[in-house]
């Protein structure tokens, strides 16, 4: 006890010597209730000082996460390249797991090659002609988009008659052993966790089995595989930033379309046959080799490889391509050019295969990606990748409230082709509708927006080819049909329909002519359009 009297004594003493100290100390002849009352007091006043630190913390955080963090949405038609953006920000950002996927993508390019060997036939089908007539101008044997061409001069004579090709038969007979594949690949991808997969009959009549999936309380993603004919009911975006997100299963169990869950990693598929050996690391180049298995895919397109490379050589079957306006070039997923090397018993994609690879995307997929160096370091962007056919736009909206940045892709190459979904129509029109959309939503009004106007390199093929412009696009009048003025053009309408619809005039609107395809022109794109979104969103939240 008088160990701590002095203890206080010496500790007064002491205070007394510190001026703040002394005039904070109780004065000398403290009564009782004078001193509950002090101590209340202080408490309140800590009270509220630790409240107001407490504030100040949270308003930093918060600032140090919306800086650090930036949430992107890829939006545009089905078809307009996002899936490909989202690659090529891969390949910028995590090469190594770009790489180390490359071989899982090996299934997807089979299937597309074989697709397009199945497309030809068809287009080859003696009795395909009394089904196109029934179709006016459109080709009914093919309702993917791609191929679908509209001619504003009609069909040539040739095409009805159709240019025989005597080998028809024998191609179809000995490239049969394809079309079977084609059914094992698309259920190998659907349900990769098999081993030796089910018999579900012909691919056109399987259908899933409902499910509906979620992910953070927004449907989860699925990749879908599109059939041949896709048979889709039209249903017109209305603009609307309200409407639920409505499960993208629902579409995969109506119609004939193959869809595939990313919840199933459709990326394991490429274990195909089930015994297969997986490759260690297809970057490291430490393979064990699939191709000692006899029941990997790959045996089936190598021994067909040269009855594919016969018709894909045959004029007679060019010719009538020509007539029928299939032009295979240009379509998703063609790899017709370089069948010797994409059915060799040890290919690995390389990475321009990857991107040129097709799978269809519905429902929203997520990525992150952190940038390690360069002016943006630290930040963790979030990029949603989204379903862009009609059925699928539905599930944009639930996204709309949180991001930061759209980019948005037009495929300008597309102004002579037609929806899948409805096959009235025109695909650029369709990508204009929903930039006005977009861009005229009123939730949308602070959100920075980047226009890709994409296939930029189809588009000049398109034209050095003679297709004009404005047998498609009346308003496009008698301007020259060269790619700088034709882009120029399109650049000028996207520029003045979001002049004339924003709801926030002061947002910069950055549109950049692109070929998502094309990895050099692509990455520096990225990385202006990574600068322009941080500064962009930095204003929006004032922070310079
Ligand atoms: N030549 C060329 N092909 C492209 C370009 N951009 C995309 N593609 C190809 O077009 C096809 C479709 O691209 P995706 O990225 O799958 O399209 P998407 O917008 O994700 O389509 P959905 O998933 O259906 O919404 C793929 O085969 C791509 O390789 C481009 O600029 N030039
Ligand atoms: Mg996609």
Redesign the pocket.
């Known amino acids: 006890m008088a160990k701590q009297k002095q203890v206080d004594t010496v500790g007064r003493r002491r205070s007394l010597s510190d001026p703040l100290s002394a005039a904070l100390l109780p004065p000398p002849n403290e009564t009782l209730d004078q001193r509950e009352s002090r101590l209340q007091a202080a408490t309140d006043a800590k009270r509220i000082s630790d409240g107001i630190d407490e504030m100040i913390r949270n308003e930093r955080n918060h600032r140090k996460k919306s800086r650090a963090e930036v949430q992107v949405l890829l939006l ?10 989202i690659k090529q920000f891969q390949l910028l950002h995590t090469p190594a797991a770009f790489h180390a996927e490359r071989i899982a993508w090996r299934a997807v390019i089979y299937l597309n090659l074989v697709r397009s060997v199945r497309r030809i036939l068809d287009a080859l089908q003696p009795e395909a002609d009394h089904l196109e007539d029934a179709a006016d101008e459109v080709d009914s044997y093919s309702l993917e988009p ?1 191929s679908l061409i509209i001619s504003a001069t009609g069909r040539p004579e040739s095409a009805i008659l159709g240019t025989k090709v005597p080998n028809y038969e024998g191609y179809r007979r000995r490239l049969q052993p394809l079309m079977q594949l084609e059914d094992r690949l698309i259920r190998m991808l659907s349900s990769p966790e098999e081993d030796e997969p089910t018999h579900f009959g012909p691919w056109e009549t399987y259908s899933p089995q409902p499910y509906t999936p979620t992910h953070n309380g927004r449907p989860a993603p699925t990749i ?1 595989i599109p059939p041949t004919r896709q048979l889709s009911t039209p249903s017109p975006m209305n603009g609307s930033s309200s409407g639920s997100a409505s499960s993208p299963t629902n579409s995969i169990t109506t119609g004939s379309e193959v869809a595939v869950h990313t919840s199933n990693n459709w990326k394991k598929a490429f274990s195909l046959g089930g015994r297969a050996k997986s490759p260690k690391s297809a970057h490291s180049g430490e393979i064990e080799g699939w191709w000692e298995d006899p029941d990997d895919p790959v045996h089936i397109l190598h021994s067909c490889a040269p009855y594919m490379q016969e018709m894909w050589r045959d004029r007679n079957v060019r010719e009538r391509l020509r007539e029928k306006r299939l032009r295979l070039e ?1 379509s ?2 063609f790899y017709l050019n370089e069948i010797p090397r994409i059915t060799a018993k040890k290919y690995i994609p390389t990475d321009a295969d990857v ?8 429902g929203v997929v997520e990525h992150t990606f952190s940038i390690s160096s360069g002016s943006n370091r630290g930040v963790h962007w979030k990029i949603y ?5 009609r059925n ?1 736009r539905q599930a944009w909206a639930p996204y709309f409230e949180d991001i930061n940045a759209i980019i948005f ?1 037009a ?1 300008i ?1 597309a102004f002579d082709q037609v929806l899948a979904e409805d096959t009235r129509v025109n695909r650029v029109e369709d990508s204009l509708q929903l930039w006005q959309a977009v861009v005229g939503n009123k939730l949308l009004a602070k959100v920075n927006i980047v226009l890709f106007l ?5 588009l000049q093929a398109k034209l050095e080819a003679g297709v004009r412009l404005n047998h498609h696009m009346i308003s496009y009048g008698d301007r020259p049909n060269d790619y700088d003025s034709v882009s120029k053009y399109f650049r000028n309408k996207f520029g003045a329909l979001h002049h004339a619809v924003t709801p926030n005039k002061e947002r910069e609107l950055y549109i950049h002519l ?5 990895t050099r022109r692509t990455a520096t794109i990225i990385s202006n359009v990574r600068d322009i979104i941080i500064k962009g969103n930095l204003k929006t939240m004032k922070l310079v």
Do not use: H, I, Y
């Not at 994409?454 to 189809?458: H, Y």
């Open positions: 545009g038609q089905s078809e307009s390249g996002k899936s490909t953006c791609a879908m240009e998703s997923g991107l040129k690879a097709r799978l269809k995307t519905m990748d989204v379903g862009g056919s699928q892709l495929p190459s994409n296939k930029c390199d189809l692109t070929a998502v395809t094309d």
